[in-house]
Every structure is written in C-alpha cells, then in structure tokens.
C-alpha cells in the first residue's frame, strides 16, 4: 500500500512543477454535462483538477453548467466562456462528443480538453464521425482494467453473488462491466469456486424507484455486492444495500465516503489526467496532444484501478498485497483484459445472468 501512496504523492508533487511556458492572457474553464460540480463523479473530478492546477499555477478559472441536457446547451455554455475569455475549456464526459463536431471548428483557437470521449463519439447522427482536430484532445481510458481489478478483488475477498448494474449501454461501462466479469471469473478459477453474477443495465445515470426496487430483488435473493456503474445510479444501490445489508461496489471515483457499505471503487484518474493534460499545455507540449484520441491504462501509469488509502481498503480477507500482485500483472501485460464491447466476455467459473 506504501508502494501506490508514494507514487500517487510524487505524482501529485511533480505536476505544479512542470515549467508554464506562457500562461499570460489565458483562462480554463470547464463545461459541465448533466451533472454539476459536486456529482461526486467526472464532473466533480475534472473540477477539482481544474481548481487544484489553475490554483497552484496563479491561472484564472471558472465552470459554467448548461441549462439543459442538449447538445446545443452545452454549445452556448461554450460561447458564454469564449466570450468570457475562456482560451482553454475542459469537457467531461461522453456526451461531448457531438459538441466538439461543432465547437472545434467553431473556435480553432480555443483549446478543449475532452475527458471521456471517444472516436465513436464525435459524430451528430453516428452515421458520419469525425477526428479531433488540433485544438482538441480526447482522453479515453481502460475501464476494463478497473473493472477487472473490482471483479477479481471481490471474489477474492469471498463474495460468490455478484451484480453489476450499468447507467447506460454505452462503451465506457460496457467495458467496466465486461472487465468486472473477467476479473471475478478468474478469481474464480483461482480458487476454483463456481460464482453468479446478476447483470444488467439501468438505461440512465441516475438512480430511482423502479431501480432500486430492481436492486431490492437482488439483494433479497443472494446477491451479496453490486457493482454501481454509471453517474448517480449508485443511489439506488446504496439504498437498496442498506435494507438488505449488502454492499456496494464504486465507480469513476473513491465513493467510500458516500457510505460505509462502499467496499471499494473502480477508478480512472479523471483527476489526474486532467491536472496532467493542462500541465502539458503550459509547458508548450500541446504538439504531443492536439488532434489525438489518447488512452489511459496501467501501462500508462496510475490512470485506473482501486483505492488503497487505509480509510477506503474495506476488503475483509484481500489484502493490499494480494492487489499489489493483480495490479502488476495487469501492468506489466502479464493479464490481458480484453476491452471488446460487442461480445461478451467467455466465462469459466462464472454464471452471466444478463437482465435486461
């Protein structure tokens, strides 16, 4: 555990540090999506790191929130930061895929940092796509590798009922779902045990009655943790776990302290990809980002994964050890985790009940 809090620490150390070329005239915004700056999700952790960078660095900053969820909202939230001065503009979240179509040809001189979206993003009517162009990066990672590491840890940890519940069918939480499959699968295998895994999708970020009567149903007949992924789905998971005392699995961030009954989370540094991208710009490298599509993974560095400060670790018998083992084998390419969103991950020791 030592080990992942001293690189975290000199991560964090190293970032103010890198040398700001011209940051004289400039501003950072950030756009939200649907949520706000305090989802305790993507928009609350690009927000810190826009605060945290733009803060140490003397750069004036602020965030607009759209008035709606619409594509045309989120364009008028960047031409009310142009126009305020904003020069550089991070968006958080699939969902701005079809906004940059237009806005990056709308202000070629603005810079967006597009955290979250993909190619298959970047289109109006997902018949025609198009590429970033070289005022924009997007900033992708490896759900599935987070995923797998939270499947794998679970198992490991004793749980033989699984659920995952899904926002929305989109790639990024397909992956983390698939991934969540692998991992607790070969846990299985490990310890040659059967598991089951309850799988589906809520259709939407947000938690209600209906899903959390549908986690309810889980819970009262054995599945024993759920992995929560997808903005404020978690709602209806925590709710639910806490009348059947079960528990909860995390996502995007360290949710733990939203309740004791997060087990853990399955992370991507939206932090700290975001807080490393600016850093980059400042320093006058935005000749190795602009116009890119770039993926985040452990191979990369500490982009995704699973908290290990002391308050969060809430694993029974898994140790920081037994995740320092998975998370290096995973690293170093030892464990492949596939990251295919068409088919659904082959299965040895596991039983998929996919719901719709």
Known sequence: MKK????????????????????????????????????????????????????????????????????????????????????????????????????????????????DVAAGDLTLDYATFVDPAQNVVCVTFSEEQAGYLAGYAAVKDGYTKLGFLGGMAVPAVIRYGYGFVQGADKAAAEMDKQIEINYTYGGQFFGDASITAKMEGWYSTGTEIVFACGGGIYTSAVEAAEKNNGKVIGVDVDQSYISDLIVTSAMKGLQNVTETVLAEYFAGNWGEYGGKILNYSLAEGEYVGLPTAEASWRFNSFTAEDYAAIHDAVQKGEVVVSNDTENAPAVTNATVNYIQ
């Open 4 to 115: 992942f809090l001293a690189l975290f620490l000199v991560l964090a150390l190293m970032l103010p540090c890198i040398a700001i070329a011209n940051a004289e005239g400039e501003k950072i915004a950030l756009v939200t999506d649907v949520g706000t700056i305090d989802d305790e999700s993507f928009n609350q952790a690009c927000w810190q790191a826009v605060e945290a960078y733009a803060t140490a660095n003397n750069i004036p900053y602020t965030y607009y929130q759209p008035t709606a969820d619409s594509t045309d909202a989120r364009l008028l939230s960047i031409d009310q930061a142009v126009a305020e001065g904003a020069t550089v503009i991070v968006m958080p979240g699939y969902l701005f895929g079809a906004t940059l179509v237009t806005a990056q040809e709308d202000y070629p001189n603005v810079t967006f940092i597009a955290v």
